[in-house]
């Protein structure tokens, strides 16, 4: 089985700073892309940022020169610094992998994996 643990979140007020943390674990063969997406109320989820397939990296527009992804390729985790936050950054916050995993002796591609959430909530 494979889990993907997000932490982090919280209330902060705008123009502040937030560091979300994502860590995959289980039987994981090889992780292809991993990131994270958001959903605020009323909308559908978008993508914040990745590491996609080849290892570049994919932002939101809207948060271009604000959000900082990295990783820790030893330890399955991808980190979201958000700074300089606004209330339209409001938001479930989702990690997002697609992963290679081990299923028994073989080897299945391409899987697909979402964390349970955290709440980003930026207010005065």
């Known amino acids: 089985q494979v889990q993907l643990v997000e932490s982090g979140g919280g209330l902060v007020q705008p123009g502040g700073s937030l560091r979300l943390s994502c860590a995959a674990s289980?039987?994981?063969?090889?992780?292809?892309?991993m990131g994270w997406y958001r959903q605020a109320p009323g909308k559908e989820r978008e993508l914040v940022a990745a590491?996609?397939?080849?290892?570049?990296?994919k932002y939101a527009d809207s948060v271009k020169g604000r959000f900082t992804i990295s990783r820790d390729n030893a330890k399955n985790t991808v980190y979201l610094q958000m700074n300089n936050l606004k209330p339209e950054d409001t938001a479930v916050y989702y990690c997002?992998?697609?992963?290679?995993?081990?299923?028994?002796?073989?080897?299945?591609?391409?899987?697909?994996?979402w964390g349970k959430g955290t709440l980003v909530s930026v207010s005065s």
């Open positions: 997002n992998a697609n992963l290679d995993v081990y299923v028994g002796t073989s080897v299945r591609s391409a899987q697909n994996y």
């Open positions: 289980g039987s994981i063969f090889r992780v292809n892309a």
């Open positions: 590491f996609i397939f080849g290892g570049t990296t």
